[in-house]
């Protein structure tokens, strides 16, 4: 009876290694997998150092926003930390909420403040 456990729990292990040994070989045909192939293990922008289980901390960052655009060279890759990788997406919206017109067709101000609106007035009044 002994034996008949312990090869069930053999081959319950050998089972379980070898999905390891599966999905660890479907990953790195991924574009992430092969990024940290290529790269060192370092954030392209506040230049941490990963390792061990920190590595799933590192993201690929397409450079050109085309997630489907993934060259064998990895030219449109750099791994960043998820922070910077955050960092870097919410940049780019708040550059389009910048950029976006008013139905008038003019650009909003940044703020509602304007120090300076009626300055030329003033000077107008101190030169008379």
Sequence with gaps: ???????????RLDHIIAEVRHD?????KTYRGRA??????????CGR???????????VHHKDHNHDNNPPDG?????????CHDNEHSRDQVAEW??????DGGQ??????????SLKDLLKEKKS
């Design 75 to 83: 030219s449109n890759w750099e791994l960043l930390c998820i922070y």
């Design 24 to 28: 660890r070989e479907r990953r790195e």
């Design 1 to 11: 009876m002994s034996s008949k456990k312990t090869r069930t729990e053999s081959d």
């Design 108 to 117: 909003e101000p940044r703020s509602g403040n304007r120090p300076f609106a």
């Design 98 to 103: 910048y950029d976006e017109k008013t139905p």
């Design 36 to 45: 940290l192939k290529m790269f060192p293990w370092i954030c392209a922008l």
């Design 49 to 59: 150092e990963f390792s061990g289980k920190r590595v799933r901390e590192l993201t």
